[in-house]
């Protein structure tokens, strides 16, 4: 019995790999999608250029002297310019289904080269004593990682997820120093940033149809293959993700409670207390999808 058992156990596995095959013959045989359609203007496009036009070495702005912050910041002041006038224009990750791109690659770092641009120029104004510029370039710095991140890929969304995290430990210092007017500002346009955030599982599904399309069927075969390796790093990402929701959420409400707190003269209750004149909504657990905790 256990022989004619094994036989058609065998037998099973072979449909099915042959089932798999077929399935992906089929889907790669068929027209690639077309690729959804980009923005015009759009403000990728100015980033990226604005990015290539970004001089010296913008990674050491956390050592550099005041004089040499300056200098730089006026050397850039151009591609600074570009920067904001993109983020004016809807923003979308150009992608091409039909095989990898080197110039996609390359722009990931151009991007973050124009992050550490701009938080040179948060920088500078810390150190001329103008917290509300300083506040103005580390927001423009969370903005941009918003952006860039949009219509991309998983890779698209670790990036965006460094240039937050570079704008957000910057908030985070600053905010103490900011006044009352400047906290309110400030959580204006951080709460109406995180409103534009691409939920996660459409990231995930445009990195799966791009995957199939790019590597074709060898590669497709190689998903099935590490197929838990795979989900392993997706599960990475959108941890990632979510840490760095939740850490902008409580900066959210630690920016609200300090302008209510310099306004009234003593910490609100709750997070109730802030809505509507600090906030628009209590900020939401991006894992439990309830109110955020009062710090």
Known sequence: MAQPAAKLLTGFFVVAALLVVAALVLTRNQPPPASP????????????????????????FST???????????????????ARTGLTHECQVPLDFLAPNPTYF???????RLAQAVTTEGRLAEMENRPADAAE???????????????????????????E???MVNMERLAPKLDAKQCREAAAALESSEGQREPTQDVLARERLWARRAYGL????????????????????????TAQQTREQVLLIQLAS???ELEKGDRPKTLAELVPAYL??????????TNMAYP
């Open 218 to 241: 060898k590669g497709q075969i190689a998903r099935i293959v590490n197929f838990k390796s795979i989900r392993q790093t997706e599960k990475g990402v959108v941890s990632r993700l």
């Open 258 to 260: 300090r302008a209510y």
């Open 280 to 289: 628009k909504a209590i900020p939401q657990n991006p894992i439990t999808g």
């Open 165 to 167: 995290a570079m704008g």
């Open 64 to 82: 550099m002297s005041e004089g040499d912050l300056r200098a730089l910041v006026m050397k850039n002041s151009e591609a600074l310019k570009l």
């Open 137 to 163: 370039a580390y927001l423009t710095v969370i903005r941009l990682g918003y952006a860039t991140g949009r219509g991309g890929l998983l890779i698209d969304s670790l990036v965006s997820i460094a240039v």
């Open 106 to 112: 390359t722009n990931l770092g151009v991007v973050k």
């Open 37 to 60: 359609p980009l923005p015009k203007p759009n403000g990728y496009d100015d980033f990226v250029r604005a990015g290539r036009m970004v001089a010296d070495n913008t990674s050491d």
